[in-house]
């Protein structure tokens, strides 16, 4: 019988160790972005990736030569150098690295593996999803690292973790009869603890509205450091993610660290998340949120939605990461899609 990640002392970092790069696809799918909008998300992208290069490597999926050649153009720009990127070119079909991408563990030692978990774009929402799902066993091989493959559909937005051992998802989408059905709770807890190195696990109820991936805790609440953790909230009775986020907040007031302490919990205001036109799943809603920022190498890129409170945002960031710099990108043409910067980042190690 062969050991397990867990057995072999390996365990999912969290965000803010130390990167070897960052994944992302450049995006081709005019399912996704109909029309003009597409052009409009190649412009986020641009902003992202020049961003995030000038403190770590990125690794960009471009689908053929053609998505290449007016990705390049696109990066470069005015001059700009993209000597920090890395074009793989991997038949694709969407964008979303996160939830499809290779999930790292690491040792205390700094050895990593991979595992590469079942893709099925959502409960089978939006096929075909098979190119995307054989991401993670290309990277594998393309940098010799040791891969685990368990057996089980799991999207790396669903899924959060503080380093040490505690796991935040939500029932909403890990116990979706679309993605493991015959899976109890019990069970898909011990795939988290065998393969992902996890102790406790806190699990929130539903996500907002207008998230086509039936609830992912990337829009809900995260992990800033080891013991703390920042979650969406509203105090608009007439909100409609209202009751939801009022739930998940009863039972993050109430969540133990491994110590059998609370956590501290920061609340951010949820921005405006109603469309003039609907998505392409016909929802009148986005999932857009301020806790779907990405932890980089001495970075953190923070999706902007609201004048209301972005600059607000800009200023709390600052000081839960006094040694990043925090870059404010603009997401209201990303989010239509039904995702936002985390949602498209995958960190490597």
């Known amino acids: 019988?062969?050991?397990?990640?867990?057995?072999?002392?390996?365990r999912m970092p969290p965000e803010w160790d130390t990167h070897s790069g960052t994944l992302l696809s450049w995006p081709v799918n005019p399912d996704t972005w109909p029309g003009g909008k597409l052009a409009k998300v190649e412009k986020v992208y641009t902003d992202i990736i020049r961003a995030l290069a000038e403190f770590e490597n990125i690794h960009l999926i471009v689908h053929d030569h053609a998505t290449y050649q007016r990705a390049k153009a696109s990066i470069r720009g005015d001059?700009?150098?993209?000597?920090?990127?890395?074009?793989?070119?991997?038949?694709?079909?969407?964008?979303?690295?996160?939830?499809?991408?290779?999930?790292?563990?690491?040792?205390?030692?700094?050895?990593?593996?991979?595992?590469?978990?079942?893709?099925?774009?959502?409960?089978?929402?939006y096929p075909p999803y098979d190119s995307d799902n054989k991401i993670p066993e290309y990277f594998a091989e393309k940098f010799n690292i040791k891969s685990f493959k368990p057996g089980m559909v799991l999207e790396g937005g669903s899924i959060e973790t503080n380093g040490a051992g505690v796991m935040l998802t939500t029932e909403s989408v890990l116990l979706n009869p679309n993605r493991n059905p015959d899976y109890s709770k019990d069970d898909i807890e011990g795939y988290?603890?065998?393969?992902?190195?996890?102790?406790?696990?806190i699990w929130l109820k539903a996500?907002?509205?207008?998230?086509d991936t039936d609830g992912h805790i990337d829009d809900l609440a995260r992990f800033v450091s080891e013991n703390t953790i920042v979650a969406a909230v509203s105090d608009q009775l007439d909100d409609i993610n209202y009751e939801v986020l009022q739930q998940n907040y009863e039972i993050l007031k109430?969540?133990?660290?491994?110590?059998?302490?609370?956590?501290?919990?920061?609340?951010?205001?949820?921005?405006?998340?109603?469309?003039?036109?609907?998505?392409?799943?016909?929802?009148?809603?986005?999932?857009?949120?301020?806790?779907?920022?990405?932890?980089?190498?001495?970075?953190?890129?923070?999706?902007?939605?609201?004048?209301?409170?972005?600059?607000?945002?800009?200023?709390?960031?600052?000081?839960?990461?006094?040694?990043?710099?925090?870059?404010?990108?603009?997401?209201?043409?990303?989010?239509?899609?039904?995702?936002?910067?985390?949602?498209?980042?995958?960190?490597?190690?």
Not at 97 to 115: H, L, N, Q, S
Request: hydrophobic share 35%; glycine share 6%.
């Open 207 to 211: 996500g907002l509205a207008g998230d």
């Open 1 to 10: 019988m062969s050991l397990t990640p867990k057995a072999l002392n390996y």
């Open 192 to 201: 988290l603890k065998s393969y992902l190195g996890q102790d406790h696990f």
């Open 79 to 125: 001059f700009f150098s993209d000597h920090a990127v890395t074009y793989h070119f991997c038949p694709s079909n969407d964008v979303w690295t996160r939830d499809f991408g290779p999930i790292y563990i690491k040792k205390e030692t700094g050895e990593v593996a991979i595992t590469n978990w079942d893709y099925n774009a959502w409960g089978e929402k």
């Open 254 to 349: 109430s969540a133990k660290n491994a110590k059998g302490n609370n956590f501290e919990v920061i609340f951010v205001p949820m921005p405006l998340c109603k469309v003039d036109e609907p998505t392409v799943d016909g929802s009148e809603y986005v999932p857009a949120s301020y806790t779907n920022f990405y932890i980089a190498n001495h970075v953190v890129l923070l999706p902007l939605y609201d004048e209301r409170f972005d600059d607000t945002m800009i200023q709390l960031f600052k000081r839960l990461f006094p040694d990043r710099k925090v870059i404010g990108i603009p997401c209201s043409d990303l989010v239509w899609g039904q995702g936002s910067i985390h949602c498209i980042t995958q960190q490597m190690y």
